[in-house]
Structures are given as C-alpha cells and as structure tokens.
C-alpha cells in the first residue's frame, strides 16, 4: 500500500528520504521501540539518555540527545496521528528552543523487502525554518539515517521482533540456520512437537499434509495435564517450498509465514489474524518462536 506523501508547507518543511533494507513493520518498530530509537535517533556522536514513546494519539514522543561535551538537550512532544506500519506524526521541540517547534510526519512505504521513509519536519514559521536549516538539520537527519541502517543491519540472530497492525500480529526472528532446516522444523510433525507450545504448555501430537488443501492438526495441553486442552487445526492454502506457507485455521483466521535466506541464515516473518487480546497473542507466540529457536539450535550446535 502506497503511502500518500504531499507536503502541506514546502516554503516551512524539511523533507528527507531514505530506503532502508528491512521489511515495513521492522522499521516502524525502530521508530515505535523507546530501546531502539534512543541508539539511533540522536545524530553522530550523541547518546539519548532518555526516550519514551507511546505510540497512540495524545501518546508522548520523547528522545533527549547527550552531546560529547556532556550537554544534554531534551526534545519531546505528542504524538498526533497513528497508523501502525504507515504513518507517525507527532510534535517535537527542545526545552531550549532547539529545535524549533516542529510537526513531525513520518511516512513507512512498503517497496518489497525494503522500505522507503520520508519524514518531514514542518517548521511554524519560515523563521523557525530558516534557524532549523542554519543548525544542520539535513546533515543530523543523515547521520540519524546511517545509524538507523546500521541497527536494522545488525538486528541479531536471537531476537523475536513484534508489531501489531489492526487485528495483525507479525512477528520476525533471524535464525542462525539455513532455510531448508528451518522449515523443515517448522513442518515435520516429528520436530513441531518439540516447540509448538507456549510457556507451560505442550504438544503431544502433530500431523501435516504439508500441500496445498492439506491439513495440520497440533495437540496443545498444559504441561501438568491440569486440562483437556485442544486441537489447533487448519488447512494450507499456499505452499512454496522453502520460502510461503499460507495456512487458513479451521476457526477462520490466516496464518502466513516466509522464509528468507540470509547467507546461510534464515529470517522467518510470521503474521496472524489474532483470536485473543493482543498482550496473549504477542506473548504466546513469542514464546512458540522462542521455543522454534530453542530446538533448531539442538539441530545446527549453534545456541540461539
């Protein structure tokens, strides 16, 4: 989905562009998680001290900047409009006047893999603008920018990211393993009963069809046995071996779930319909892809 990008004041707006090489909900994430927006924000040779971020409207947006002489300077503002995966805008301005008040418009555009951001910092007065241009801030945006792409490049093998856009949960984790072992944990029953299972949970039984119109069915049970439990069922729409599984589940969601090769390791990016609250989708299946990592590392030697 294209994101629309006209700017409302070009005489009073600062416009930067920059295509970044991870998928849409991964950047957003860097402009949503206070942990990674506070090591990249700050441009080249700043530190942020403090960042918070609640990403919803009236929400606060805040990143102060620690400059190498032990200066710091704080700029906060509220975020004004959310659209997760899209669009972030917000107000921001240091307590200091430096920056200026600005209105901050951040714009995530879906180009494959990789996505383009434009973010425009429209100034109130041409004045205002005028001071921003004369304090560097196309030169700060870059450096920001490069540090951006250098967290997004490092995102380890380790570590499960999360987003949620409407009632879509995707979560992505790099695996240090090559793609073919990968799915093959991730489709034969033989393995699935070793992770497909949230914390103090188990799965005693699996059985797949892994074919277009073919089934899987997965016993889920609490670990003591304190329950019955149930059957996660469903059917696989879409199978393109080892790269697309799309699965429909019998209570009517879709599953879908890739299997990037990254030079001999695998990034897997699993989005879902969630049938719960958020907090237990995420949870839950955070810990299922903990679990995922857990066991292939039985399989490489390799701790996750």
């Known amino acids: 989905?294209?994101?629309?990008?006209?700017?409302?004041?070009?005489?009073?707006?600062?416009?930067?562009?920059?295509?970044?090489?991870?998928?849409?909900?991964?950047?957003?994430?860097?402009?949503?998680?206070?942990?990674?927006?506070?090591?990249?924000?700050?441009?080249?040779?700043?530190?942020?001290?403090?960042?918070?971020?609640?990403?919803r409207p009236g929400g606060i947006?805040?990143?102060?900047?620690?400059g190498p002489d032990g200066a710091v300077f704080v700029g906060k503002g509220l975020f004004r409009e959310v659209v997760p995966n899209e669009r972030l805008v917000f107000t921001f301005a240091g307590e200091e006047s430096v920056p200026p008040p600005l209105l901050v418009t951040v714009l995530f555009e879906d180009q494959g893999k990789k996505t383009k951001l434009t973010m425009q910092q429209t100034a109130e007065t041409v004045?205002?603008?005028?001071?921003?241009?004369?304090?560097?801030?196309?030169?700060?945006?870059?450096?920001?920018?490069d540090k951006l792409a250098e967290l997004l490049v490092r995102t380890p093998a380790g570590r499960t990211t999360t987003s949620v856009a409407g009632r879509t949960l995707t979560l992505t984790r790099v695996f240090d393993a090559p793609r073919d072992l990968v799915w093959k944990a991730y489709t034969d029953p033989k393995h699935i009963v070793k992770w497909m299972y949230a914390k103090d949970w188990e799965a005693p039984f699996a059985e797949t069809d892994v074919r277009p119109g073919g089934k899987v069915r997965i016993g889920m049970r609490p670990?003591?046995?304190?329950?019955?439990?149930f059957t996660f069922s469903g059917t696989y729409?879409?199978?393109?071996?080892?790269?697309r599984i799309v699965l429909a589940t019998d209570d009517g969601r879709l599953m879908t779930t890739t299997f990037e090769d990254q030079k001999g390791k695998t990034k897997l990016t699993l989005s879902l319909e969630m049938a719960e609250s958020e907090k237990q989708e995420r949870t839950g299946w955070t810990q299922i892809l903990e679990n995922l990592a857990s066991h292939v590392a039985t399989l490489t030697?390799?701790?996750p």
């Open 237 to 243: 729409r879409e199978v393109v071996k080892p790269e």
């Open 301 to 303: 030697g390799v701790r």
């Open 61 to 66: 947006f805040r990143c102060d900047m620690k």
């Open 127 to 145: 004045a205002d603008y005028e001071d921003l241009l004369k304090l560097g801030v196309t030169e700060g945006v870059n450096q920001s920018f």
């Open 1 to 55: 989905m294209a994101v629309g990008n006209s700017v409302a004041a070009p005489e009073r707006t600062v416009v930067s562009t920059r295509v970044f090489d991870a998928p849409r909900e991964v950047v957003y994430k860097a402009w949503t998680d206070p942990k990674q927006l506070g090591q990249w924000f700050p441009p080249k040779d700043f530190t942020s001290p403090r960042c918070e971020v609640d990403p």
């Open 223 to 229: 670990a003591d046995h304190s329950e019955e439990g």
